[in-house]
Each structure stands twice: as C-alpha cells, then as structure tokens.
C-alpha cells in the first residue's frame, strides 16, 4: 500500500511546484523558453550547472511552427563556469547567461563556404577593445586607437586557433557597462576552458556559420539546465 499512497503525494507536491505537464517537458528546448529572439533560428549552449565548464550547444530551425534540432556539439565555458549576465563582472573568467543577439561573425580564415552571415576578416591591426576608460569599450577596432590600451585589449590575430572563426555575441554589447564584460564569442576550441565565450570544435564551427543566416534573426541562449540560471527562463 505504501507504493500507491506516495504516487499521488509527488504529483500533487509537482503541481504545487508549477511543474511542467508531460506535454510541455517533451516539447523541444526552445519551445520551452520564455523568449527565443523572434526570428527562426536559435542557438542553445546549456550545461549541467553554473560550475560546470562542459556542456552542449544545439542549433535550432523553426519549420512549420515547430522548432527543430539541425544539429549539436560538444561546447566549453568560461574556467569559472556559469554567472547570471546582468551580474557578471570583467575579468572572472565566467559565461553570461542570458538570450544573445549575433551582430556579426568574424575570422581570422575566410569564411566557410556557404556563408552568407556578415564576416569581417582579422588582419594584423584588428582588436577587440576591453579597455573600460576607453569609448570603443567592447567593440572591434582597426586600428587600435590611442584610447584603448594594448594591455586591456585583445589583438584578434594572436588567436589563430580559436578565432579561426567566430561570432560575436551581443552581450553587454548595444549599450555597453563599464566592467561587466567585453569581448564574448562564439569560436573555436582552444586547449581547454575559455575566458568567458562559448567554444565549439572547428568543423561545428564551421557549419554554424555555413548554417545562419542574417533572416534567420538568429540568437544564442546560454544557460544551464535548471536552477535561477535555467536556459528556460530566458
């Protein structure tokens, strides 16, 4: 008898919590999101928790209403994890979470066949302004200015092999705040954790370049699988 007077206690204990029905915890991620970008592709980069270093990038197409995987990969985060965005602060080696435009793409080799995002290739002057007494503050420079010291920047072309490719993610990026945070991609792997910016192996880099289109109102939604941080809430 024990067996049956606990089933009906984890339901009711399930429905006090709000939980989703069966119906809504089938539907696809971003189906179960609170916003998705409005456009018709999406970009998902979930990991288990905030401490987490690990987890796993899926992009998305919205046919016929329905949102579907078009494909995945193996992705890494900031050494330190996983921080609300709206809380992040420069330098702790943390991923923001949060629902992201992509303003551009970028790269230091050309751009995979296929393409059709806007891409700016990296030459020797191209830098990414950290500088925060600086007004180009995140923002791509070339040259740099006098303004941005080299020391708070990061010049694009030392990275051969993680900005072989990349996307700029829009965080802190419209109206940028001094000491959140300057400079978080979308790029390929490095040798392990990154700084802040989601990385992917180069061949699914490849083809998330190959596969967004700027119609296509693409977005990327970082976060983890629950909690405050849940990719769900964004």
Not at 157 to 163: E, G, I, L, V, W
């Amino acid at each position: 008898m024990r067996p049956r007077a606990v089933v009906p206690l984890v339901c009711a204990c399930l429905v006090l919590l709000g939980a989703a029905p069966d119906t809504a915890a089938g539907a696809p991620l971003p189906a179960r999101m609170a916003d998705t970008g409005g456009g018709t592709q999406l970009i998902t980069a979930v990991a288990a928790r905030t401490g987490s270093t690990t987890g796993t990038l899926t992009w998305w197409d919205l046919r016929s209403g329905r949102w579907v995987p078009t494909g995945s990969a193996p992705a890494r985060f900031g050494a330190k994890g996983l921080v609300e965005g709206a809380a992040r602060r420069q330098g702790t080696s943390t991923t923001p979470t949060g629902l992201y435009g992509l303003p551009y793409a970028f790269g230091i080799e050309a751009a995979p066949r296929g393409t059709s995002y806007p891409y700016r290739p990296v030459h020797r002057d191209s830098w990414w302004c950290q500088d925060n007494d600086s007004p180009s503050y995140n923002r791509w420079t070339e040259p740099r200015p006098a303004h941005c010291r080299a020391a708070e920047s990061e010049h694009l072309a030392d990275y051969r092999t993680q900005y072989a490719h990349a996307l700029v993610v829009g965080f802190n990026y419209r109206e940028p705040v001094r000491g959140r945070g300057a400079g978080i991609f979308l790029h390929v792997d490095g040798r392990g954790a990154t700084a802040g910016c989601v990385s992917v192996p180069a061949a699914a880099m490849r083809r998330i370049l190959a596969w967004v289109r700027p119609q296509g109102s693409p977005h990327l939604a970082i976060g983890t699988a629950g909690g405050p941080t849940a990719v769900t809430r964004y």
